[in-house]
């Protein structure tokens, strides 16, 4: 696969509906290479957020992928030097890749926070999934996670439960396991939307901060945050309708021009 991190191929995802087969996702193609950051547009319900979560395998049950593949660079994983299959493998075995290779912060934190768990014990539960390490070690870690992504009181943040804090404070929950991980390949899907203005200002610079030299796929919800990502594709109706640098992408596609300028961008 060369310098190549990840291969879609040929990926339809299919839901079942009172009126036929949805095609949420319909045979689409991509590659995503080593330090290369992708921006993913459309209007909701065009497949942005699926294709995401096919990645992770995090689909839900009544999905049904009839097709396709999603190769990852085994150089990052055990397979004798071979791509695998992420859509083939054991549950025990992409919850390893999870996280760990490859990391995605959602739109909702709440999606991806334990509400019955305190802050602190979700992150150290994920040092503690991919580290040896004594629970002492493991909390210095998360407060000094918690530090790095300007969380204000630590000690009371560990000790909160999700319901607690502010959204702000939890996509900065969220954004402190990523860090933690250091995963080769990271997901951001709409991270800043569901936040206050002032609140998406301060997190999108600690993103722009983690996604620094990382291999990033970054579904926007801001046009101007991926106006100069190394590619754009662009989702129509489950589809990949256009691939290429913003400026090209800008004259040849009808729809991005339209979403784009929409925004003001």
Do not use: W
Request: aromatic share 6%.
């Amino acid at each position: 696969m060369n310098d190549t991190l990840l291969a879609v191929n040929n990926l339809s995802i299919h839901f079942p509906t009172e009126s036929g087969i949805l095609k949420a996702v319909d045979n689409n193609s991509f590659t995503l290479k080593k330090g290369e950051t992708i921006g993913i547009v459309g209007e909701s319900g065009s497949g942005k957020s699926i294709t995401a979560l096919s990645i992770m395998q995090l689909l839900p049950k009544i999905a049904d992928v009839p097709y396709g593949e999603i190769q990852f660079d085994s150089n990052h994983t055990a397979n004798d030097g071979q791509p695998i299959d992420l859509t083939q493998l054991p549950k025990g075995t992409i919850e390893q890749i999870r996280g760990s290779q490859i990391a995605m912060i959602f739109q909702e934190p709440m999606t991806s926070l334990n509400p019955v768990m305190t802050c602190g014990q979700q992150v150290i539960e994920a040092i503690q999934l991919h580290q040896k390490t004594t629970f002492s070690v493991a909390k210095k870690t998360t407060l000094e996670l918690f530090e790095q992504v300007k969380l204000p009181d630590v000690e009371r943040i560990f000790s909160a439960y999700p319901h607690q804090l502010s959204g702000g404070q939890k996509q900065r929950v969220a954004i402190a396991r990523a860090f933690l991980k250091d995963a080769p390949i990271l997901i951001l899907d709409e991270a800043t939307s569901a936040l206050d203005t002032d609140s998406e200002a301060q997190i999108q610079s600690q993103l722009k901060e983690l996604a620094k030299g990382r291999t990033t796929l970054l579904i926007a919800h801001r046009y101007s945050t991926i106006k100069n990502a190394d590619r754009i594709l662009v989702f129509d109706s489950g589809r990949i309708v256009a691939d290429g640098p913003h400026e090209v992408v800008y004259k040849q596609s009808d729809l991005y021009r339209l979403l784009f300028d929409r925004q003001g961008a």
